[in-house]
Structures are given as C-alpha cells and as structure tokens.
C-alpha cells in the first residue's frame, strides 16, 4: 500500500516564488491534514480538512493556502515564498477523528533562499 | 489553549536499560486522545502508543508503556529493553476531539551500545 505519497521530497525556492506541495492518500481517509517542523521542534498544524470541499486553519495557517477537491488530494500551496517558510512539511490522514492514529507521508524539505 | 510540554531535549540510555521519557500538557477538555510518535533520521513519524483519556489503564505495547496521570495532566513514555533502534526524536502529541493534533517540542534520545 502506498499510503500517504508526497511530492516533491526536496525543493529549493527562490522568495516571492510561488509553489504547491502534492499529497495523495489511497486510503480512502476522510481527515487530511498539513504540518510544518522547524528544525529541532515540534509538528505544527497548518491546515486541515475533515472531506472534499471542507477545510479549516491550523496553528500557523499564515502564507499558505488548500484545497479539498477530491477525498484523495490535499494540495498545499505557497503564494509568496518567504525564508520563515523554509521547513519540512509532512501530510497526514487519518479514517477519522477520536481515537484513529494519523498516518504520516515522508515529508518534503523545502528551503526558501 | 492546548499546550504540549516536554522538559527533556535530549536523553540518552545504555542498551537494555529502561528509560522514561516526561511529557505534559494542558487542556480544559474531559475527553482527548494522547499519543507517543517515534522520528528517527529518516524524518518518518511513526506511531509508537496511544491513549484514551477516558479509559483509567495505562497502554501497552510491547516494550513501550505509558504512566497516563489524567488529574496531574501527566503522560510519560517508558522503553523497557532499550534498543539500538529505539534511537531516536520522540514526539508527545494531544488530540483534541474536533481532531487537532499538538505536538510536543520533542526529546530526542540516543540509546548506547
């Protein structure tokens, strides 16, 4: 099984440029969920949804955008690149809310020069 | 606001030897979900234990078991046997039930042979 697929897993932006962070499940979850870890520190929540067409702001919902189209998809987006945004992103998704684990993608190390 | 605190950055513990692992948190909420994450250097998150606030017994799995002290807000990870393997960065993390996950700042631990 796949899992939670993200692409690219390395990217080097220049700033003000603008990008989208892939993430696909083939689990059939309805929660997706975006997080951003600074080095040395914790997940924090960006962004999640709950399903297609529903989504909501996490701890630093700043300078990012989503879109829910499909139960699959969960793309993140970067308008304006700024070196704050330089990080490891990780997606996850899980069946549901309550006591269901989030399954985690590999993450993507993006860097903002 | 939901608070994750754990006191330790970095620990580290002679192989076979037991270790215990400090985290608290902070919520008005009666019923969550707690979890363990495991992030060795390949960057995966990869679910180690939960728990139910609601349910009085502490899990288990394994080698790995919590002391879940729901009145002092208290959520320890002991690694029973430690492992070369178990090298690692540790994540506490708190569920609320509208399905945000907070994570803890990490403690990162190194078992030696």
């Known amino acids: 099984n796949a899992g939670v697929t993200q692409t690219p897993k390395f990217r080097i932006l220049k700033i003000g440029q603008s990008m989208t962070l892939q993430c696909t499940q083939d689990?059939?979850?309805?929660?997706m969920y975006w997080y951003r870890q600074d080095p040395g520190m914790g997940l924090k929540l960006i962004y999640y949804?709950?399903?297609?067409?529903?989504?909501d702001k996490g701890e630093v919902p700043n300078g990012y955008n989503v879109s829910r189209s499909t139960t699959e998809d969960f793309p993140l987006r970067l308008e304006l690149a700024a070196p704050s945004q330089t990080s490891v992103y990780f997606c996850a998704s899980s069946s549901r809310i309550a006591n269901q684990p989030q399954h985690f993608g590999d993450g993507t190390r993006l860097s903002i020069l | 606001a939901q608070t994750v605190t754990q006191s330790q950055p970095e620990m580290s513990v002679q192989e076979a030897e037991t270790v215990t692992l400090s985290c608290t948190y902070d919520?008005?909420?009666?019923?969550?979900?707690l979890f363990w994450y495991k992030q060795p250097p390949s960057r995966q998150m990869i679910l180690v234990i939960r728990q139910e606030a609601y349910k009085q017994q502490n899990a288990t799995e394994n080698r790995f078991s919590v002391n879940f002290q729901k009145a002092a807000k208290s959520f320890s990870l002991k690694i029973s046997d430690s492992q070369l393997g178990d090298t690692a960065m540790y994540f506490c993390a708190f569920m609320t039930l509208a399905g945000k996950l907070i994570f803890g700042q990490g403690t990162t631990l190194q078992v030696k042979p």
């Open positions: 919520t008005s909420e009666s019923n969550y979900y």
């Open positions: 689990m059939n979850h309805n929660y």
């Open positions: 949804s709950v399903g297609a067409g529903i989504t």
